[in-house]
């Protein structure tokens, strides 16, 4: 089925707001969705409404809830999800975080009792078009074991960052840091597939080419022990920082039962005028990204997705029908 941007965003709207969402979250929540979906981040776009859904109506997230500031000092600030849906709380943080990085050169802005908080790499994509480099963090439900050991403790931990230029979209990356989307291992075992050696461990903590097996087991860190270190780093930033639950005390999103996963967020934006001068920045971004395009079959972090941005801006976006129908069958209860 195929839908504009506009459509797409008032259907998952209509549908949040059906299971219990406040008009502001349900709008906030469809409008990070839709985004997804444009950038072609289907993981992360209107699939998920049905799953927000289930969460509102069994309470493992309140519809109800407006996040608010419960901390601030200068740069920083503490915003608190207070156990709804993420976004409401991610924007409240985005505008306070893009005015204290102006006021005072860089900014770090956290939410604590959260919840799944989708593609992290959109709030920095705004934040960059403000000529602000922004970082952002988000810990998730237990799937990937710490260095050295067997039983999942953390989450993938999605890492984004990005970048501004002038007149030209901002360099934007976005990736979990698990070596391979679960998603990925839950298609290879939907189709009986093996997957390689080095994506995941078993319930006893194997290495395992069984996707089933890998699916009641761990994912397993990109670049092994350091990528493991890094969504360690981003555990603790997310987490220590904010009063945040680890993802070993969240319950997993692949399940509509569960409690509130209180997870955590963080960004860290900075103005580049601070430092070297807005004037330097975007020289010496354009010297790098100069010299990577110079080499035959390079191309910018997320220019494939900013390609289908603004594709979908004209052409709308397909979903399988089966999701357009159950999104209809949401909004209309």
């Not at 549908?15 to 950038?39: N, V």
């Not at 699939?47 to 519809?63: C, E, I, M, T, W």
């Not at 939907?190 to 078993?202: F, M, N, T, V």
């Not at 930033?237 to 209180?262: I, K």
């Amino acid at each position: 089925m195929r839908l504009s941007l506009t459509e797409a965003e008032s259907l998952a709207r209509a549908a949040l707001a059906g299971a219990g969402a406040s008009p502001e979250m349900a709008a906030a929540t469809a409008r990070a969705l839709a985004a997804a979906e444009a950038a072609g981040q289907a993981g992360h776009g209107l699939s998920r409404v049905p799953q927000y859904a289930a969460f509102l109506k069994n309470g493992r997230a309140d519809g109800a809830a407006m996040p608010r500031i419960v901390n601030e000092r200068g740069g920083a600030v503490l915003v608190d999800a207070r156990h709804g849906l993420a976004y409401p709380a991610l924007a409240l943080a985005e505008r306070e975080a893009a005015w204290r990085a102006r006021a005072h050169g860089v900014a770090f802005a956290g939410v604590t009792n959260s919840h799944h908080s989708g593609a992290m790499g959109l709030p920095v994509a705004r934040l960059a078009d403000q000529g602000l480099v922004a970082l952002a963090f988000t810990n998730s439900p237990a799937a990937m074991p710490v260095p050295g050991g067997r039983r999942p403790l953390m989450g993938t931990n999605p890492v984004a960052a990005a970048f501004p230029r002038r007149g030209a979209p901002p360099i934007v990356i976005d990736m979990a840091l698990s070596e391979v989307a679960r998603g990925k291992i839950m298609v290879a075992a939907k189709e009986g597939r093996p997957i390689p050696e080095g994506w995941a461990l078993d319930a006893e903590g194997r290495p395992t080419t069984d996707a089933k097996a890998a699916l009641s087991g761990a994912m397993l860190a990109m670049g092994g022990t350091k990528g493991a270190l890094l969504a360690m780093v981003v555990e603790l930033l997310c987490v220590a920082m904010t009063g945040a639950a680890f993802g070993f005390e969240a319950d997993s999103f692949f399940e509509d039962e569960g409690n509130r996963p209180r997870l955590g967020q963080a960004l860290l934006v900075v103005d580049p005028g601070a430092l070297a001068g807005a004037d330097v920045f975007a020289q010496r971004m354009e010297a790098f990204l100069g010299a990577m395009t110079a080499e035959e079959g390079v191309r910018l972090p997320g220019s494939r997705r900013d390609a289908l941005s603004a594709r979908a801006a004209t052409e709308g976006i397909e979903i399988p029908d089966a999701l357009h129908q159950r999104l209809k069958a949401l909004a209309a209860a």
